[in-house]
């Protein structure tokens, strides 16, 4: 980090042109705009780049060399990215370009041969875990220590930190938690104009104040992540850096519409990989899905996988092809870790990488069969893999009914927030009296039941389960495992159970 903050401050005095050299993801997206604009309160001459996730790929790009050679770049900074790109950093050492690493990825194998680097995994930093933003944000807490200046002006970034933090779905443990609980107050009150028009444009009236992870993941990174899937992701990075309401304004209406094809297109490839995989396993049950089609759009197959893995309780890979090579995006909920697998299939890959959850793949179309064969082969052979990939719902603690009152509810309250790694706590009811129960929503898929004892009774609400009012239409009492949440109605709120599932307390022979 000194030698980092070092060189940074002699690119200010030397007035060097500096470019931020992010990755087409809401990670790469907001490391790419917290650095840019941190740098930018001291130089004139920060540029940034961000690839084309299709003609470029992930990491420095030769394009991207084109640029800081067309823009005489003398020191690049990556964000996000870096970590493997061995013969690019040679390339811009060769011409006099320094590169400065800031990446969270796992290196593989040696370290590339950089200016310095700063990955949290490749040093004795305490906390392993950030996201690429959260890298940045340290690397620009340092730089303004030195140069002396508030840290407020940097804290006023958490909001982007909060962002790709809960995007890249790091462990929320640690300084990840501190960052993201100071990032979402900072969200919901954000000076930039760009995050105010899309607060405004989201789901705005069923997010949360105070904001919850789950808020983010679902309103806010989808539209933000869209560019980089099927758009152009500069487009973010010009959004969160705007100062401009009517420019805020119409990138945020783009996104929407972007947002709106990207499901169009994901559905549509979302009921051809369920027939495939359907099929496959008619003939044959898998004990991973490989599946292809050269009419997939390769920048949704990642979403279509994890729906893919959730209905068929299957580790899935999903494979784009075009032209004779095929872009894949693996997801798996198991146990087993996707890159120790794929290392053993690395003769029938042209690139691959990933952690346990999650893995992307560079495949030549011919081979894509033996890789379906051999990782299937692999899963059979190894009884140490546990391939087990049904969901499972774990129960912190079992609960009494009557202990659930305001108290406790604010003491877990103060766990926020939750996410990977710190996931809401999960209660047991034993026993719990059924006083009644019916079913809501416009087309009656979720059930709403009332426990405990006349007067003194709680309301839970059981999404997607309406049909398990087949099974406790005559119980008196019944098994429940939920989560604390607050029901807000008519201006009064109440404690309500979040019901994941239900069981019937009757013995049915």
Same mark, same amino acid.
Request: proline content about 3%; hydrophobic content about 40%; glycine content about 8%.
């Given at each position: 980090?000194?030698?980092?903050?070092?060189?940074? #401050? $002699?690119?200010?005095?030397?007035?060097?042109?500096? +470019?931020?050299?992010?990755?087409?993801?809401?990670?790469?997206?907001?490391?790419?705009?917290?650095?840019?604009?941190? +740098?930018?309160?001291?130089?004139?001459?920060?540029?940034?780049?961000?690839?084309?996730?299709?003609?470029?790929?992930?990491? *420095?790009?030769?394009?991207?060399?084109?640029?800081?050679?067309?823009?005489?770049?003398?020191?690049?900074?990556?964000?996000?990215?870096?970590?493997?790109?061995?013969?690019?950093?040679?390339?811009?050492?060769?011409?006099?370009?320094?590169?400065?690493?800031?990446?969270?990825?796992?290196?593989?194998?040696?370290?590339?041969?950089?200016?310095?680097?700063?990955?949290?995994?490749?040093?004795?930093?305490?906390?392993?875990?950030?996201?690429?933003?959260?890298?940045?944000?340290?690397?620009?807490?340092?730089?303004?220590?030195?140069?002396?200046?508030?840290?407020?002006?940097?804290?006023?970034?958490?909001?982007?930190?909060?962002?790709?933090?809960?995007?890249?779905?790091?462990? +929320?443990?640690?300084?990840?938690?501190?960052?993201?609980?100071?990032?979402?107050?900072?969200?919901?009150?954000?000076?930039?104009?760009?995050?105010?028009?899309?607060?405004?444009?989201?789901?705005?009236?069923?997010?949360?104040?105070?904001?919850?992870?789950?808020?983010?993941?679902?309103?806010?990174?989808? *539209?933000?992540?869209?560019?980089?899937?099927?758009?152009?992701?500069?487009?973010?990075?010009?959004?969160?850096?705007?100062?401009?309401?009517?420019?805020?304004?119409?990138?945020?209406?783009?996104?929407? $519409?972007?947002?709106?094809?990207?499901?169009?297109?994901?559905?549509?490839?979302?009921?051809?990989?369920?027939?495939?995989?359907?099929?496959?396993?008619?003939?044959?049950?898998?004990?991973?899905?490989?599946?292809?089609?050269?009419?997939?759009?390769?920048?949704?197959?990642?979403?279509?996988?994890?729906?893919?893995?959730?209905?068929?309780?299957?580790?899935? =890979?999903?494979?784009?092809?075009?032209?004779?090579?095929?872009?894949?995006?693996?997801?798996?909920?198991?146990?087993?870790?996707?890159?120790?697998?794929?290392?053993?299939?690395?003769?029938?890959?042209?690139?691959?990488?990933?952690?346990?959850?999650?893995?992307?793949?560079?495949?030549?179309?011919?081979?894509?069969?033996?890789?379906?064969?051999?990782?299937?082969?692999?899963?059979?052979?190894?009884?140490?893999?546990?391939?087990?990939?049904?969901?499972?719902?774990?129960?912190?603690?079992?609960?009494?009914?009557? #202990?659930?009152?305001?108290?406790?509810?604010?003491?877990?309250?103060?766990?926020?927030?939750?996410?990977?790694?710190?996931?809401?706590?999960?209660?047991?009811?034993?026993?719990?009296?059924?006083?009644?129960?019916?079913?809501?929503?416009?087309?009656? @898929?979720?059930? @709403?039941?009332?426990?405990? #004892?006349?007067?003194?009774?709680?309301?839970?609400?059981?999404?997607? +389960?309406? $049909?398990?009012?087949?099974?406790?239409?005559?119980?008196?009492?019944?098994?429940?495992?939920?989560?604390?949440?607050?029901?807000?109605?008519?201006?009064?709120?109440?404690?309500?159970?979040? =019901?994941?599932?239900?069981?019937?307390?009757?013995?049915?022979?």
């Amino acid at each position: 980090m000194t030698r980092t903050v070092e060189r940074i #401050k $002699e690119a200010f005095y030397n007035q060097e042109k500096i +470019l931020i050299y992010g990755d087409y993801d809401v990670d790469g997206i907001t490391s790419t705009s917290l650095l840019f604009s941190a +740098l930018s309160i001291f130089s004139s001459n920060i540029y940034y780049y961000i690839p084309n996730r299709f003609e470029e790929g992930y990491g *420095i790009s030769q394009e991207g060399i084109k640029f800081a050679i067309k823009y005489h770049i003398s020191l690049i900074i990556t964000v996000d990215c870096g970590i493997t790109s061995h013969q690019e950093i040679k390339q811009l050492s060769d011409m006099d370009i320094d590169t400065i690493v800031t990446d969270h990825h796992e290196p593989l194998g040696k370290l590339p041969e950089a200016y310095s680097i700063i990955n949290p995994k490749s040093c004795e930093y305490s906390f392993k875990d950030l996201a690429g933003v959260g890298v940045a944000f340290k690397l620009a807490q340092a730089l303004f220590t030195v140069l002396e200046k508030e840290n407020e002006a940097i804290y006023q970034h958490l909001d982007l930190v909060a962002l790709g933090t809960i995007a890249d779905s790091v462990p +929320l443990l640690g300084e990840n938690r501190i960052l993201v609980k100071y990032g979402l107050s900072r969200l919901i009150n954000s000076g930039k104009k760009g995050l105010i028009r899309l607060l405004e444009h989201s789901n705005h009236d069923n997010l949360s104040n105070p904001l919850l992870v789950r808020d983010i993941s679902f309103d806010l990174i989808p *539209i933000l992540n869209s560019t980089g899937r099927i758009g152009n992701p500069k487009h973010a990075v010009d959004l969160l850096l705007t100062d401009s309401s009517y420019r805020a304004n119409y990138l945020v209406n783009e996104m929407l $519409e972007l947002n709106e094809e990207r499901k169009t297109i994901t559905q549509k490839v979302l009921l051809e990989a369920k027939k495939m995989a359907y099929e496959i396993n008619l003939k044959d049950k898998q004990k991973i899905l490989v599946l292809s089609s050269s009419h997939w759009h390769p920048g949704v197959i990642g979403i279509v996988a994890s729906r893919i893995m959730e209905e068929f309780a299957q580790p899935v =890979i999903m494979i784009s092809v075009s032209n004779g090579i095929g872009k894949g995006s693996g997801r798996n909920q198991g146990e087993f870790d996707f890159s120790k697998i794929l290392s053993e299939c690395s003769d029938l890959l042209v690139k691959y990488g990933g952690h346990q959850y999650a893995a992307g793949i560079t495949i030549s179309e011919n081979r894509i069969g033996l890789f379906r064969k051999k990782l299937n082969q692999i899963l059979e052979d190894n009884k140490n893999i546990n391939r087990h990939n049904e969901p499972i719902i774990k129960i912190d603690t079992l609960i009494a009914l009557d #202990k659930m009152n305001w108290g406790f509810l604010n003491i877990i309250e103060k766990l926020r927030p939750f996410g990977p790694g710190n996931p809401q706590p999960i209660f047991g009811g034993y026993e719990f009296p059924l006083v009644s129960w019916r079913k809501v929503g416009k087309e009656e @898929k979720h059930l @709403k039941l009332s426990l405990g #004892k006349k007067g003194s009774n709680l309301d839970g609400i059981a999404f997607q +389960l309406a $049909e398990r009012c087949l099974n406790i239409m005559s119980d008196n009492t019944i098994n429940v495992a939920f989560q604390l949440g607050v029901n807000r109605w008519n201006g009064k709120d109440s404690i309500q159970l979040m =019901i994941k599932d239900i069981q019937s307390t009757v013995r049915r022979i």
